[in-house]
């Protein structure tokens, strides 16, 4: 079966991930189901089972079903009727698919491992995914923009495609911005190096994963096991599993999670986990199926692009303003000896009289020098309001059409400084 597998992996270019073996009712063969992503398919979940059984010394006959993960559970019956009727593993025929219906006997003493349920297609209301389900099962009101949970009845839960958004706050360009007080709030966001290592990082980003759910309920994962799972370049992801307990007091469940960071983009990112939970004494019946419905899983990039781009339409413009304001500050350093200059020529050509607004006196001569500077320079001193929360107010020089997008943007936080409210030894 080994072997099998092994050809399966080479072929899908993913490595198949599979339950425990059992064996088929009333013979000498054994099976194991497994689910891979093939990727030489457009990435295309796929289910399948592996039977083998020994025909001779030192001799096995070995066999394969396999079909799209989302009619896998409809298909494989009629596929295993028709396998047995021309192959005979063992030199004993099964006399139907009933053979492995979810009820075989224990192999060697173990508890064996059913197969999966047959699923039916249930889509999200905003058309953002679709998932397979078993009857009996249900996906709760709540799900969208590519997002869900299964609930089965006797505590199973699958969940799917759950998103966070992620900062990494090592990213030169965050780093820069620092300095202005322009960080992005973190308040809903996990926290960490896009880069860390998540075969060693998982536990943290799980518990803040968690406790971002609102679940701070400590958990303990038992017999743990992770490996990395094959991603594309720019995007890594780990597969974790073992027995969770203590998880909000549902006692223990098995559990099988794939945590994946992704989309890239000035120090934010996506972060996305997939995860079942079984009661362990459930776990050799509803493996299978819980398997069977993750790879099921299928999601409408498209709704979910666009519902993203409206929700995330704001905070591009802010990391978009907040960027400019930056380049506009380190340009505005290395032309400063421009500025100067420029400020003289002003000086002996403004006969204009400036006036504070306070009407008691003239502005200083450097203030008005400044503000016709700022006018050939084509630049604008801008006032930012409650600097990182802290109530601190600060000023910038800036290109007229950076101060522009930060007013537009957010204009409680920014607001343009007339000549007359220049701080000398800041803006001149």
């Given at each position: 079966?080994?072997?099998?597998?092994?050809?399966?992996?080479?072929?899908?270019?993913?490595?198949?991930?599979?339950?425990?073996?059992?064996?088929?009712?009333?013979?000498?063969?054994?099976?194991?189901?497994?689910?891979?992503?093939?990727?030489?398919?457009?990435?295309?979940?796929?289910?399948?089972?592996?039977?083998?059984?020994?025909?001779?010394?030192?001799?096995?006959?070995?066999?394969?079903?396999?079909?799209?993960?989302?009619?896998?559970?409809?298909?494989?019956?009629?596929?295993?009727?028709?396998?047995?009727?021309?192959?005979?593993?063992?030199?004993?025929?099964?006399?139907?698919?009933?053979?492995?219906?979810?009820?075989?006997?224990?192999?060697?003493?173990?508890?064996?491992?059913?197969?999966?349920?047959?699923?039916?297609?249930?889509?999200?209301?905003?058309?953002?995914?679709?998932?397979?389900?078993?009857?009996?099962?249900?996906?709760?009101?709540?799900?969208?923009?590519?997002?869900?949970?299964?609930?089965?009845?006797?505590?199973?839960?699958?969940?799917?495609?759950?998103?966070?958004g992620g900062?990494?706050?090592?990213?030169?360009?965050?780093?820069?911005?620092?300095?202005?007080?322009?960080?992005?709030?973190?308040?809903?966001?996990?926290?960490?190096?896009?880069?860390?290592?998540?075969?060693?990082?998982?536990?943290?980003?799980?518990?803040?994963?968690?406790?971002?759910?609102?679940?701070?309920?400590?958990?303990?994962?038992?017999?743990?096991?992770?490996?990395?799972?094959?991603?594309?370049?720019?995007?890594?992801?780990?597969?974790?599993?073992?027995?969770?307990?203590?998880?909000?007091?549902?006692?223990?469940?098995?559990?099988?999670?794939?945590?994946?960071?992704?989309?890239?983009?000035?120090?934010?990112?996506?972060?996305?986990?997939?995860?079942?939970?079984?009661?362990?004494?459930?776990?050799?019946?509803?493996?299978?199926?819980?398997?069977?419905?993750?790879?099921?899983?299928?999601?409408?990039?498209?709704?979910?692009?666009?519902?993203?781009?409206?929700?995330?339409?704001?905070?591009?413009?802010?990391?978009?303003?907040?960027?400019?304001?930056?380049?506009?500050?380190m340009k505005?350093?290395?032309?400063?000896?421009?500025?100067?200059?420029?400020?003289?020529?002003?000086?002996?050509?403004?006969?204009?009289?400036?006036?504070?607004?306070?009407?008691?006196?003239?502005?200083?001569?450097?203030?008005?020098?400044?503000?016709?500077?700022?006018?050939?320079?084509d630049q604008?001193?801008?006032?930012?309001?409650?600097?990182?929360?802290?109530?601190?107010?600060?000023?910038?020089?800036?290109?007229?059409?950076?101060?522009?997008?930060?007013?537009?943007?957010?204009?409680?936080?920014?607001?343009?400084?007339?000549?007359?409210?220049?701080?000398?030894?800041?803006?001149?």
């Open positions: 079966m080994s072997k099998v597998l092994r050809i399966v992996h080479n072929n899908c270019g993913d490595k198949p991930q599979i339950g425990k073996v059992f064996q088929f009712k009333g013979t000498h063969t054994e099976g194991v189901f497994f689910t891979v992503t093939n990727h030489a398919l457009g990435n295309t979940p796929v289910a399948g089972l592996v039977i083998s059984a020994a025909s001779g010394p030192h001799q096995v006959e070995a066999a394969l079903v396999s079909d799209k993960a989302s009619r896998f559970g409809q298909t494989v019956n009629p596929m295993l009727q028709q396998l047995f009727g021309v192959w005979h593993p063992g030199g004993q025929a099964a006399s139907s698919s009933s053979a492995f219906r979810g009820k075989t006997a224990p192999s060697g003493g173990g508890t064996a491992t059913a197969g999966p349920a047959q699923l039916h297609t249930v889509t999200l209301p905003d058309r953002s995914a679709s998932v397979g389900v078993p009857d009996g099962w249900n996906v709760p009101e709540g799900g969208g923009g590519g997002s869900m949970g299964v609930m089965g009845p006797h505590g199973e839960m699958v969940f799917l495609n759950l998103v966070r900062i990494d706050q090592n990213d030169p360009q965050l780093r820069s911005l620092a300095r202005y007080g322009s960080l992005p709030n973190t308040q809903g966001h996990i926290v960490s190096p896009f880069n860390v290592d998540l075969t060693r990082a998982y536990p943290e980003i799980i518990k803040q994963f968690r406790h971002l759910n609102g679940k701070d309920t400590p958990v303990n994962l038992q017999n743990s096991h992770v490996e990395r799972v094959a991603t594309p370049r720019g995007e890594q992801c780990v597969h974790v599993t073992g027995n969770i307990v203590g998880d909000d007091n549902h006692g223990t469940n098995e559990s099988n999670i794939v945590l994946c960071f992704g989309d890239y983009q000035q120090g934010n990112y996506g972060v996305h986990v997939y995860q079942s939970l079984i009661p362990v004494e459930l776990a050799d019946r509803e493996r299978a199926t819980a398997g069977a419905i993750m790879a099921s899983f299928q999601v409408n990039q498209g709704v979910v692009q666009r519902q993203a781009n409206a929700m995330a339409a704001p905070g591009i413009a802010a990391i978009h303003a907040i960027g400019a304001a930056a380049a506009a500050q505005s350093a290395e032309a400063a000896h421009d500025i100067q200059n420029a400020s003289e020529r002003a000086r002996q050509n403004s006969y204009t009289t400036h006036y504070s607004n306070t009407g008691d006196g003239q502005l200083t001569q450097g203030g008005v020098n400044q503000s016709f500077a700022n006018y050939l320079l604008t001193v801008v006032q930012g309001n409650d600097i990182d929360g802290s109530g601190a107010v600060g000023h910038a020089t800036v290109w007229n059409a950076t101060a522009d997008a930060l007013v537009k943007h957010d204009p409680n936080r920014y607001e343009i400084v007339d000549t007359p409210n220049y701080w000398k030894g800041v803006d001149y």
